[in-house]
């Protein structure tokens, strides 16, 4: 996951920091950052969202995170 959820951070960062600035806006420039902005979002969100399914499934960390805070109390 880690790979994965770096690249599409890295993509969406990206994204946001191409942003053109308020003096140099035009429409064209504008509406092609805001699509490459919004395509990174939506990948950011469906990676979220299937991690989350598969991760509902698996209580094994749930397992370890309760081990480890049983060991520090």
């Known amino acids: 996951m880690r790979k994965k959820a770096s690249d599409i ?3 969406l960062v990206s994204s946001l920091q191409g942003a053109p600035y308020p ?3 035009n429409n064209e420039l504008y509406t092609i950052w ?3 902005a919004q395509i990174a979002a939506q ?3 469906h990676f979220v ?3 989350r399914i598969k991760e509902s499934k698996d209580d094994s960390l749930d397992a370890m995170v309760d081990q ?3 060991k520090k109390k």
């Open 9 to 11: 951070i890295v993509d």
């Open 68 to 70: 480890a805070q049983g």
């Open 43 to 45: 990948e950011a969100l």
């Open 34 to 36: 805001y699509e490459h």
């Open 23 to 25: 003096s140099s806006i």
């Open 49 to 51: 969202e299937k991690k």
